[in-house]
């Protein structure tokens, strides 16, 4: 009888050691998902100081002849933007056009 009682605690210790493992796992698993969730995002942000008449096209509602105006827009103001609603000085951008591209957008 002692040796049933004891092999049943060390399989209930094992079965207790595993699901702690398995919750850690799972935990830092979704950190690291995280982190990199933030990481790809920022990535993913295409930088209005340096993006080519190319890649501002690729921005949902602009087409080649707004992203050309972001650029010589980017000229008149010595090369950089200062802030993301400097593009409403750009003609065919109003705030539903840069509330849309924004989160796409970095400086």
């Known amino acids: 009888m002692k ?3 004891r092999l049943l605690l060390v399989c209930l210790i094992f079965v207790l050691l595993a699901a702690s493992h398995s919750v850690l796992a799972a935990k ?3 950190a690291v998902a995280g982190q990199a ?3 790809s995002q ?3 942000q295409l930088n209005l100081n ?3 008449v190319d890649q501002l096209a690729q921005l949902p509602g602009i087409g080649p002849k707004t992203a ?3 650029v010589n827009k980017r000229t008149e103001l010595g090369g950089k933007f200062n802030s993301l609603d400097q593009l409403l000085e750009v003609k065919g951008i109003g705030q539903k056009k840069l509330d849309k591209i924004k989160p796409s ?3």
């Open 37 to 39: 969730g933030v990481t």
């Open 28 to 30: 830092t698993t979704k």
């Open 42 to 44: 920022k990535a993913s």
């Open 3 to 5: 040796r049933t009682a």
């Open 50 to 52: 340096t993006a080519s």
């Open 105 to 107: 957008l970095s400086l």
């Open 68 to 70: 050309a105006a972001i």
